[in-house]
Each structure stands twice: as C-alpha cells, then as structure tokens.
T-cell receptor, first 115, second 117 residues
Framework: AQSVTQLGSHVSVSEGALVLLRCNYS??????LFWYVQYPNQGLQLLLK??????LVKGINGFEAEFKKSETSFHLTKPSAHMSDAAEYFC?????????????FGTGTRLTIIP | GAVVSQHPSRVICKSGTSVKIECRSL??????MFWYRQFPKKSLMLMAT?????????EQGVEKDKFLINHASLTLSTLTVTSAHPEDSSFYIC?????????????FGSGTQLSVL
C-alpha cells in the first residue's frame, strides 16, 4: 500500500521568498513521485516527476524537488515565489508495475503568495 | 501538446436525475483513463480505472451501479452519475494515459463541478 502525507494544508510566503512544500511518502516498492498543481476550477497540471536516476528533479515554472530515500521525502521548492504560483499543490506516488500505475494523492497544500 | 477535454465543466441537476460527463483525449489514443473525485479541501480519490473495450475497474467503496463508466473508443470515456443525490455533489476529474512511442504521460481534464439540488 502507498500513502502520501503533505505537511501543512496552507502555506503563505511573500513574493520573492523561498517556497517549500513538504511531502513524505510511504511505499512498499521503489516509488514514482509526482507534484501536480491545480488552479481554481481546473484540472491538474504536472509540475515534475521522479522515476529513476538523478534525485534532484527540475520541473516547470522554476520548481524543483529532491527525492530523499532515507527520509522518504519529496519536498517541492522554488527559490523565489511569484504571484502566479498561488494554487493548490498535490504530491502523488505510484508504484510502477507495468499497467497498474495508479496515483495516490496527498491532501494538497494551498499556496498563498503575499504581495 | 496532448490535451484532455472534459465536458461539461459545470452542471447543476435535480436530485434523481442522471448526469453524463465526457472525457476525450484530443490528440492521442488513450487505452486507459482514470476517474477521480475531489471533495472540498480534500485530495483526489481514484474512483475507477477505465480500459478501452473492457469493463472498468472500480476502487473499493465505489458503487458500480451508481457511477457507470463506458470507454467505448480509444479517445472517449464517459462517467454517468445515475439517480444523483446531493451527496454526489463533487468535483470530478478524468485523466488519460498516453503511451505512444517513447513517452508515457498522464494528462488531466479540467474537471466537472457537479451540484445536485
């Protein structure tokens, strides 16, 4: 079984400040890890994903995340927040058994940017 | 890039009526589509996995007769909420898997906000 825990349902940062959204996962097999962003009344857009290889993954809009197996974490960061980053962010995990890659999502973190 | 179209984006219906939500992959063939439900301030919960030409696989606790899924073609899956009740009000999102060539990606629709009066 897999699970995802996102610490902090709401995070507020000032424009230009560092963004850090936390995600810890539990998986019985080596996981695939994802971060998605959801803008109001829209579907999810993939920010980045980790499958294998380099543990520091760069995504769109200046976001990146680092897979730390020892800490079972996949925290999302961005050096400098923009107003347009305000949205809901979801961390997700899947196993990668071929043909059975179902995503398990965390409960989400709402990011607010303070002008 | 690949796009998944979900329609309608918003629907309001009376209790007891049925509502159909469509999910289309516009520029790729999707042998597998997923249907999620999202409650306010909650995460997405997978309802079912839809495979083209076969019966959908439902997650535990999801009523098959309540949420009918049809995946009749490689580009279209539909979710029908039958005899809808206020507790069915939710945000429903579909996703479609693109496995063409060397890429494999999962694309999400923009969601459908269902309100049952």
């Amino acid at each position: 079984a897999q699970s995802v825990t996102q610490l902090g349902s709401h995070v507020s940062v000032s424009e230009g400040a560092l963004v850090l959204l936390r995600c810890n996962y539990s998986s019985s097999v080596p996981p695939y890890l994802f971060w998605y962003v959801q803008y109001p009344n829209q579907g999810l857009q993939l920010l980045l994903k980790y499958t294998t290889g380099a543990t520091l993954v760069k995504g769109i809009n200046g976001f990146e995340a680092e897979f730390k197996k020892s800490e079972t974490s996949f925290h999302l960061t961005k050096p400098s927040a923009h107003m347009s980053d305000a949205a809901e962010y979801f961390c997700a995990v899947s196993d990668h058994n071929f043909g059975n890659e179902k995503l398990t999502f965390g409960t989400g973190t709402r990011l607010t940017i303070i002008p | 890039g690949a796009v998944v179209s979900q329609h309608p984006s918003r629907v309001i219906c009376k209790s007891g009526t049925s509502v159909k939500i469509e999910c289309r992959s516009l520029d790729f063939q999707a042998t597998t589509m997923f249907w999620y439900r999202q409650f306010p301030k909650k995460s997405l919960m997978l309802m079912a996995t839809s495979n083209e030409g076969s019966k959908a696989t439902y997650e535990q606790g999801v009523e098959k007769d309540k949420f009918l899924i049809n995946h009749a073609s490689l580009t279209l899956s539909t979710l029908t909420v039958t005899s809808a009740h206020p507790e069915d009000s939710s945000f429903y999102i579909c996703s479609a898997r693109d496995r063409q060539g060397a890429r494999e990606k999962l694309f999400f629709g923009s969601g459908t906000q269902l309100s049952v009066l």
